[in-house]
Structures are given as C-alpha cells and as structure tokens.
C-alpha cells in the first residue's frame, strides 16, 4: 500500500502497548538490536512484530512505517519517541515589533535569507544543530537533545553547542540589531515565534489545503496546490547534513514528496490529463523502480492512451525488478491493474475522466 499525504494525524489505535512503542523506535531510526533491547524481547522477534504492525496499519515496508510514525505523532523531529498521550508542548511567545523575517529552507540544502540576502550559516555540524531547531516546531531543545540529533552516538570532546549557537545567532541577528531569532527558552534553545519563514511549514500548509480540495471535490486546485507544494523542494531534502535527526528528516521529507507527486499524477489522471502525467510518470519510474504506485498509475494512463503494449511492458519491468532487487511477487494493487489491462476494464481501472476534463492525445 503506498504512503499516502495526510491532512489530519492518523492514531494508531488499532496497536497495543508494545506495538505503539516498537513504531515509536522504528521512527526513530533504531536498529532491530536497538529495539529488542529497548522493549525487551528477542532480536530475531522484531521483524516478526514489526511485519504484524505493517499488517494491521496497511503500510507497505519500514520506511512507510516511520512517515507514519511523525504523522500520527508517536515521534516527534529532535525529541525522539513520544511516549506520553499527545498534548501541545507549552512553549512561550517572545513578542516581537514587526519586521523583516528570517527565512529558512530545508528542502534541498540547507539555505537562509534575511531581507533577500543569502547568510553564512558557517560549517555542516553548526548548519544541523540550526535544522534541528527549525524542525523543533518552537520547541526549547536542551544541549543534550542538540547532541543528540547531530553527533549521534560520537559526540564532540569539546562543549561546542554554545559556541555554535552563538555564531547562529550573530549570523540570523535581524537588521543588524541586538535581537536574534534564536533564544534561550526553559529547558535549551529555540526559535523565536513569528520570526522565522520555514518552507517545511509552508509545505504542510499546502498539505492541508489539498486535502480540503480532495474533500470538497475541487481536483484543479488540488492539483494547483500539490504544484506549488512540490515547488518548495530542491535537491534532497537537508542535503549534505550530518547527523541522525537529518538522516530521519531526509526521509520522511523525501517519502512526503512523493505522496505529493502521486497526489497531483492522479489527479491528473482523473482530469484526462493525460500527457502531462504520462511524461513525469516515466521520469518518476526510472527514479524509483521499485514504486508500485507509481508502476500501476504508469500503466492505467498508457491503456488509456492506446498503448496496451506499453502499458503491459511496464507491468513485466516492475515484476522482474521486485523478484531479482527484493524477492517479492507485484503487490494486488498492481496485479489488479494488470488483470484490468488484460481485460479492457476500463471502469475498475478507474479511467473515466471526471466531467469536463479532456483526455491528452
């Protein structure tokens, strides 16, 4: 089953004590000798359970499990597994005069401006304690979680996190001023509220505004949305950034960008639009050769095309890569596509055009 965008957070209700905890680890990044001595069971046990939660969760493979983790909020990014019942972290408001906002993108290198001009954000390590701070959301991040996110299991000799909050903090001081938008809050550091432009933010505000369009069955400007959702990414996401926080963050983002992309390419699809989608899904496919969703929207938009052949050659690609790469037989999803080309049925292919659309030559 593919990873899907959410609007609202799923709760994994239907898992029991221990399976809520083991999803939390996976989220986490743990190895399965991590998380057997962590829950206190066999190593070889962890693949089974772990199999049994994809199961009831109706997720396809691990690293669906750990988007799914963050979105029904199990983890949470620089905090690690969360344990408690959800509730909003307090934070406090530091009220500010308007002014030029700081502005941060983490999807693609890690970039910052202020009034339009690039900043120094001086060398990688002192880059990921920043994304670390803006992936906090505005929570207080004490030193050790800091350490935690970017060194890992190597932390430094030296007690470098002040430094390098200093030096943030003289390189993203607003016009010049005494104010920086990195403050010290009750527990560690974080960022000032309102004060920071995040385009992770921005992108799931976008995120929201799909779903609401999917609900209100207004496919144009859901796909006018995903558009500019997909706009914000450049490169990998966190590129070229140490540490276990990034290398967690690089693939939720990058698995939330292709939930997007096979948003908008449905939509597409469902609005006859034919040849757009059928020239990004190609590109897609050759980029990800192991995505059944989108080796099963590939095909139903060559068949709806005229281009059976075609459409059942992408069919024995996929089939071919899954046995040799994975060892594994085509999902039912793509089987049923497959069964649907070879007899013509349209309707379960779910090919008719929604009224007013017109089919790409």
Not at 232 to 249: I, N, Q, R, S, V
Not at 256 to 276: F, H, M, P, T, Y
Request: some cysteine; proline content about 6%.
């Amino acid at each position: 089953m593919p990873t899907t965008v959410t609007t609202d957070r799923p709760i994994a209700t239907v898992l029991r004590h221990q399976e809520r905890q083991m999803l939390s680890a996976v989220g986490c990044g743990l190895r399965d000798d991590e998380i057997a001595a962590a829950l206190g069971i066999p190593e070889d046990a962890v693949a089974e359970h772990l199999a049994r939660i994809l199961v009831k969760l109706g997720l396809r493979d691990r690293a669906a499990a750990i988007v799914h983790a963050f979105d029904c909020g199990l983890v949470v990014p620089g905090r690690g597994p969360r344990t408690r019942s959800v509730r909003p972290v307090p934070r406090t408001i530091t009220v500010r005069a308007a002014g030029p906002k700081v502005r941060i993108s983490l999807l693609g290198p890690l970039q910052a401006w202020r009034d339009g001009r690039p900043l120094n954000l001086g060398h990688l390590r002192q880059q990921a304690i920043l994304a670390a701070l803006a992936l906090g959301a505005g929570r207080s991040l004490s030193q050790q979680e800091l350490l935690d996110d970017v060194w890992g299991m190597e932390p430094p000799v030296a007690n470098v996190v002040p430094v390098y909050i200093y030096r943030l903090r003289k390189a993203l001081r607003v016009g010049g001023g005494p104010d920086s938008v990195i403050e010290r809050g009750l527990r560690g550091y974080q960022l000032v509220s309102g004060a920071v432009d995040l385009d992770v933010a921005r992108m799931e505000e976008l995120v929201t505004g799909i779903g609401k369009a999917d609900r209100a069955g207004e496919p144009l400007e859901a796909v006018r949305l995903c558009a500019q959702a997909l706009e914000l990414f450049h490169e990998e996401p966190l590129a070229g950034l140490p540490g276990p926080l990034a290398e967690l963050e690089r693939l939720r983002l990058t698995e939330r960008r292709n939930a997007i992309v096979q948003r908008k390419l449905e939509w597409q699809l469902r609005l006859g639009q034919d040849s757009e989608a059928i020239a990004e899904l190609f590109a897609l496919s050759v980029a990800h050769p192991l995505n059944e969703p989108l080796a099963a929207m590939l095909m139903r938009a060559l068949y709806r095309n005229g281009r059976q052949a075609d459409a059942l050659t992408v069919f024995e690609r996929a089939r071919r890569l899954l046995a040799d790469d994975l060892g594994v037989h085509p999902s039912r999803m793509l089987r049923r596509a497959h069964q649907m080309i070879l007899r013509g049925d349209e309707a379960g292919l779910g090919l008719t055009p929604l009224a007013g659309s017109t089919t790409g030559p």
